[in-house]
């Protein structure tokens, strides 16, 4: 009897030994020693990657904004602000119905087939968005010259990217708006535009808003 008694309690220090040091080194030890890793070698990327402009975090070089202008009476969905280069469509985001206490970014695609009357109506009226947002009086925006990421939204809804070919079709609209010239808009865009990742992975993409400071650095400047 004492015996199994005495195993019982050493059995019990052990495993309560045990927890103290798992729970010092998986719980304090090593989350330390990552965020410190990670805070030396990789401190964008660590705190959300963030943009900022004027001393302030604007937002993150990861998640799409929209720029629209303020909503009207009686209005539902706000109107783009064109003098801001504008992003992809966000169709596929998801409405926040668990905690209406707070209006929360909610990430999500259309899950739409090709053939699905609702995607082809968004599309068919993306398309012709674009053509009337983007035509000037002296540059009309032909459709056929439309990038698919024009009037598609991205898998998460949230791209903060759009391609140079999106943004170029943009140009001569932010220019007008902005009594910019058209050059200085496109040697903005040059600027601005990445790159394929190690020359091979993905596309050439512009970041909007990274785009959208540097041209409201110009404006100032002009």
Do not use: C
């Not at 409405?95 to 206490?101: G, K, L, P, R």
């Amino acid at each position: 009897m004492n015996n199994s008694v005495s195993n019982t309690v050493r059995l019990l220090g052990a495993a309560l030994r045990a927890l103290l040091v798992l729970t010092l080194v998986t719980g304090v030890i090593y989350p330390l020693a990552v965020t410190g890793v990670a805070q030396a070698l990789f401190n964008d990327e660590a705190n959300g990657s963030e943009i900022k402009a004027d001393g302030k975090v604007v937002g993150s070089s990861l998640i799409g904004q929209q720029y629209n202008l303020p909503l009207k009476k009686g209005q539902e969905t706000p109107e783009p602000d064109l003098k801001w280069f504008q992003g992809r469509p966000q169709n596929g985001l998801g409405a926040n119905s668990v905690n209406t206490q707070y209006k929360l970014i909610l990430s999500g695609a259309t899950n739409r087939s090709a053939d699905n009357k609702d995607l082809i109506a968004w599309v068919t009226a993306a398309k012709a968005a674009v053509v009337k947002d983007n035509s000037t009086a002296d540059y009309k925006v032909k459709p056929s010259e439309i990038p698919a990421d024009a009037v598609t939204s991205s898998g998460s809804g949230l791209d903060p990217d759009i391609s140079p070919d999106y943004a170029e079709i943009q140009a001569h609209r932010v220019a007008e708006k902005n009594g910019l010239s058209v050059a200085q808009v496109e040697k903005l865009l040059k600027e601005h535009t990445e790159s394929r990742t190690l020359g091979f992975i993905g596309e050439p993409r512009v970041n909007v808003l990274e785009l959208n400071i540097a041209l409201k650095e110009l404006v100032a400047k002009s």
